[in-house]
């Protein structure tokens, strides 16, 4: 929606030159900001809210590192996971998973590969949607819940 209030920009400033060269013509805001741009990879500039009424809950382009060591970390579990999976299983050890298991009967590097990329998946759709409400909360769960998963190992290991 468009409102005239009867004034022209340069009326209001005082100004009759306004720099018209500088811009291009096109309205940047008839289209709704994509969730994965360029900038998502190769750097941005937003960090928080422009405005108070966006309510913390917007996309940025920049991440905090603290949720970067927390994502790594996430991985990091992932990984170990797998690892003392497969060595657990060679000693004679059983799956609980049912997804997992199939995965597992496919091959190992099928497992690998499926169980690093989905967690990569939905780890970096956590960091994106990190000012959301839960998103957070849930990141710091998945990582709490891969070290619980990392002690199980380790008493399993204990054990053989």
Known sequence: MRVDFGVSVEAAIG???????LRSGKDRRR?????????????????????????GETFVDRYPQTLFLIASGVLL?????AYFTLL??????????PVADWLLYTGHWAFILTK??????????L?????????KFG???????YLLLLGWHFLLMGRI
């Open 88 to 97: 657990l299983l060679s000693h004679g050890g059983e799956e609980l998973n």
């Open 15 to 21: 100004t009759s030159s306004l720099p018209q060269d």
């Open 139 to 145: 990141i710091c769960l998945v990582g709490f819940l």
């Open 116 to 125: 690093t990329v989905g967690i990569g998946l939905c780890t970096m759709t």
């Open 31 to 55: 289209r709704a900001t994509p969730v994965v741009s360029r900038y998502t990879f190769f750097g941005g500039r937003r960090e928080a809210d422009r405005r108070a009424v966006d309510g």
């Open 127 to 135: 960091v994106m949607i990190h000012r959301f409400r839960g998103a």
């Open 77 to 81: 579990l992932n990984m170990l996971d």
